[in-house]
């Protein structure tokens, strides 16, 4: 995947994370709760509650009813639940912000360490709604794309971090012309 399809302006972003959800419903109560528990070493799996399991089993049969017959976009809807839903999917969110940060001017920070805060406070309200181990496929696939975000936040860093190294020993070594030593 190149770099390119990794990155989106910051006012598309801030929507997209801000005001998108995964199923259209005038009732915002009934959402797919989208991040899990972090508690992932001690359980395996975490409750959920009745509600939101329920509400979001009839947005799903609403959105494919609703649908003009598509059924890729259905299984499409289903297949984002599924992500959104699984335990691993808060820490491949953060993995993803991580890269969008690296690079990023302060303002452009400031607004995706704001985005991962209210999901960090999402995260304490909902229950994930799926366990370790429900479908390997997905899991190994979670794991498998968190550590290549997490490989391409290193590989993204490392030019900036060698840049901000030579500029400071630049600095230094003016001060150091400057003062005559």
């Known amino acids: 995947m190149s770099p390119e399809n990794l990155m989106?302006?910051?006012?598309?972003?801030?929507?997209?994370?801000?005001?998108?959800?995964?199923?259209?419903?005038?009732?915002h109560r009934h959402l797919i709760p989208a991040f899990g528990s972090e508690d992932l070493g001690s359980s395996r799996c975490s409750g959920v509650s009745l509600d939101h399991q329920s509400a979001a089993s009839v947005n799903v049969q609403n959105q494919q009813r609703e649908g003009d017959g598509d059924d890729q976009e259905g299984s499409t809807v289903m297949i984002k639940a599924k992500i959104a839903s699984h335990p691993s999917y808060p820490k491949l969110l953060d993995a993803y912000i991580d890269c969008q940060k690296v690079g990023a001017p302060p303002e452009m920070v400031y607004l995706l360490d704001e985005i991962r805060r209210e999901k960090d406070l999402s995260r304490q309200d909902h229950s994930v709604s799926m366990c370790l181990g429900v479908d390997p496929e997905l899991d190994h696939f979670m794991e498998t794309y968190c550590a290549i975000l997490v490989k391409y936040k290193l590989d993204l860093s490392r030019p900036f971090d060698e840049a901000t190294s030579f500029l400071n020993n630049i600095e230094a070594q003016l001060l150091d012309l400057r003062n005559g030593t």
Request: aromatic residues 24%; proline residues 10%.
């Open 8 to 27: 989106i302006p910051v006012d598309q972003y801030y929507q997209y994370h801000h005001y998108h959800s995964m199923f259209p419903s005038g009732d």
